[in-house]
């Protein structure tokens, strides 16, 4: 099997939180891969930086896509955990990916667009996502493309846990939104603690990442 990890860059005003971040153009939106959602609540986790809370909680309220939000934590001067719950309006590409048992490793907004790095278990699999923003009208771009031959050998320097680790959440779908299966429940397929599930799924994810930015670096031309 020939895995990918690529960066694709999708457009639209009713992709969730795009209204807020073009509302709060000091403010940066992260999804939080770690964090558990509830699929009966409907929840979703973000991790957002902002000069002006006062300012994106505006922009949330006035966002046709969030249904409602909560700030669960701070995590600095200017940064914070929220939860969101979506609209029908809104438009969200992750369920995409994880019918194609696809995994969005980051992703992030600038203010008018996401940027996503994905991992998929096959090139040929990103023509879902083609095909979901050509019936909703979203703008997609290919922008960076890695082929690798299986997960276990993409030079992220996985470690055996924490490729295995990965690939029960990925199976028992732990990485689709909202989730088919808990961390508790990631952790007892693996038999070991939630912590310990939680620190592998993290550094692992971590390490797909760095990997992904490096080899993009290194790429000639």
């Given at each position: 099997?020939?895995?990918?990890?690529?960066?694709?860059?999708?457009?639209?005003?009713?992709?969730?939180?795009?209204?807020?971040?073009?509302?709060?153009?000091?403010?940066?939106?992260?999804?939080?891969?770690?964090?558990?959602t509830d699929?009966?609540?409907?929840?979703?986790?973000?991790?957002?930086?902002?000069?002006d809370f006062?300012?994106?909680?505006?922009?949330?309220?006035?966002?046709?896509?969030?249904?409602?939000?909560?700030?669960?934590?701070?995590?600095?001067?200017?940064?914070?955990?929220?939860?969101?719950?979506?609209?029908?309006?809104?438009?969200?590409?992750?369920?995409?990916?994880?019918?194609?048992?696809?995994?969005?490793?980051?992703?992030?907004?600038?203010?008018?667009?996401?940027?996503?790095?994905?991992?998929?278990?096959?090139?040929?699999?990103?023509?879902?996502?083609?095909?979901?923003?050509?019936?909703?009208?979203?703008?997609?771009?290919?922008?960076?493309?890695?082929e690798y031959?299986?997960?276990?050998?993409?030079?992220?320097?996985?470690?055996?846990?924490?490729?295995?680790?990965?690939?029960?959440?990925?199976?028992?779908?732990?990485?689709?939104?909202?989730?088919?299966?808990?961390?508790?429940?990631?952790?007892?397929?693996?038999?070991?603690?939630?912590?310990?599930?939680?620190?592998?799924?993290?550094?692992?994810?971590?390490?797909?990442?760095?990997?992904?930015?490096?080899?993009?670096?290194?790429?000639?031309?």
């Amino acid at each position: 099997m020939s895995d990918i990890k690529t960066v694709v860059r999708v457009k639209h005003p009713d992709i969730v939180l795009t209204q807020t971040v073009a509302h709060d153009r000091s403010s940066k939106v992260k999804s939080v891969s770690e964090a558990g959602t509830d699929p009966t609540a409907g929840k979703f986790f973000y991790h957002i930086e902002s000069s002006d809370f006062h300012q994106f909680e505006d922009g949330l309220r006035k966002d046709s896509t969030i249904g409602g939000f909560e700030r669960v934590i701070d995590t600095g001067d200017e940064e914070a955990i929220y939860s969101f719950e979506y609209t029908d309006d809104a438009k969200i590409i992750s369920p995409v990916i994880s019918a194609a048992d696809g995994v969005i490793l980051d992703m992030e907004n600038d203010g008018s667009a996401w940027t996503m790095t994905i991992w998929m278990a096959e090139r040929t699999d990103l023509a879902h996502l083609w095909e979901y923003a050509r019936q909703n009208d979203i703008d997609i771009d290919l922008l960076r493309v890695n082929e690798y031959d299986g997960l276990g050998n993409t030079g992220a320097g996985l470690t055996d846990s924490q490729r295995e680790a990965l690939l029960v959440a990925l199976e028992s779908g732990y990485f689709e939104e909202p989730r088919n299966a808990t961390l508790s429940e990631v952790a007892a397929d693996l038999n070991i603690s939630q912590p310990a599930a939680s620190g592998l799924l993290r550094r692992g994810l971590k390490r797909l990442i760095m990997s992904s930015l490096k080899d993009d670096s290194e790429e000639p031309g």
